[in-house]
T-cell receptor, first 113, second 112 residues
Framework: DSGVTQTPKHLITATGQRVTLRCSPRSGDLSVYWYQQSLDQGLQFLIQYYNGEERAKGNILERFSAQQFPDLHSELNLSSLELGDSALYFC????????????FGEGSWLTVV | GESVGLHLPTLSVQEGDNSIINCAYSNSASDYFIWYKQESGKGPQFIIDIRSNMDKRQGQRVTVLLNKTVKHLSLQIAATQPGDSAVYFCAENGGTGNQFYFGTGTSLTVIP
C-alpha cells in the first residue's frame, strides 16, 4: 500500500457526461500528479500540483481540469466524455516539487460507453 | 514530452534465472530515474531508483545500472520468482516540475 488513496475504483458513464476523480496523497506529501494509462498510449503525464498551485502540465486535454485543495487532496474533472477517454487514471504524490520519488495510487478505472 | 523507450516489450524467464530489462531514454538532462513494477489491475509500484551521479545501485534482488554515455538504463532481477511476473516501466525525471516520463513497459513472465 503506497498510502495514496483514489476514489472511485471503477466508474462507468455515458459519452458527453462529466465525472470527478478524487485523490488523497500520502501523509506529508505536498505534490500530487495525475496520469492516464490507456492500452495504446501507456502512462501519460497529465498535470502536477504542488501545495495547491499548478506546477507542471503535460498532455491534458482542455476538457479535463484538476485542482488541489488546501487539505492537499486533489480532484481531476473530466467533461464531455468520449469513448477514447476510457482508461485508468492514476494519482501519485511526492514530498516536494522536484527531484522526488513519486508513489502511485491504485487508480480509477473509467469506462465511457 | 520526453521519449523513454524499452528495447524488449516481452521477456520470459525460468524461475530462478536472472532477468535483465533494458530501457533507453532520450533526455540527456534527466537526472533521476525510477523503475516501477505494475501488476495487473494495480498501480505502478516503486522498485528502485538511481540518480545521474551514480552508475549502479543495488536493492534486495534488484540492481539498476545507468549508462549516461549511451543514455541507457537496465534493471536486473536476481533469482527471478513467479511473483516477479508483471510489467516493468522505467521512468525519467526530465521535466520542469517533478513529472516523470514513462517508457512503454516490458512484460516479464516467469515460467515455473
Amino acid at each position: 500500500d503506497s498510502g495514496v488513496t483514489q476514489t472511485p475504483k471503477h466508474l462507468i458513464t455515458a459519452t458527453g457526461q462529466r465525472v470527478t476523480l478524487r485523490c488523497s496523497p500520502r501523509s506529508g506529501d505536498l505534490s500530487v500528479y495525475w496520469y492516464q494509462q490507456s492500452l495504446d498510449q501507456g502512462l501519460q503525464f497529465l498535470i502536477q500540483y504542488y501545495n495547491g498551485e499548478e506546477r507542471a502540465k503535460g498532455n491534458i486535454l482542455e476538457r479535463f481540469s484538476a485542482q488541489q485543495f488546501p487539505d492537499l487532496h486533489s480532484e481531476l474533472n473530466l467533461s464531455s466524455l468520449e469513448l477514447g477517454d476510457s482508461a485508468l487514471y492514476f494519482c501519485a504524490s511526492s514530498v516536494g516539487s522536484t527531484g522526488n520519488t513519486i508513489y502511485f495510487g491504485e487508480g480509477s478505472w473509467l469506462t465511457v460507453v | 514530452g520526453e521519449s523513454v523507450g524499452l528495447h524488449l516489450p516481452t521477456l520470459s524467464v525460468q524461475e530462478g534465472d536472472n532477468s535483465i530489462i533494458n530501457c533507453a531514454y532520450s533526455n540527456s538532462a534527466s537526472d533521476y530515474f525510477i523503475w516501477y513494477k505494475q501488476e495487473s489491475g494495480k498501480g505502478p509500484q516503486f522498485i528502485i531508483d538511481i540518480r545521474s551521479n551514480m552508475d549502479k545501485r543495488q536493492g534486495q534482488r534488484v540492481t539498476v545500472l545507468l549508462n549516461k554515455t549511451v543514455k541507457h538504463l537496465s534493471l536486473q532481477i536476481a533469482a527471478t520468482q513467479p511473483g516477479d511476473s508483471a510489467v516493468y516501466f522505467c521512468a525519467e525525471n526530465g521535466g520542469t516540475g517533478n513529472q516523470f516520463y514513462f517508457g512503454t513497459g516490458t512484460s516479464l513472465t516467469v515460467i515455473p
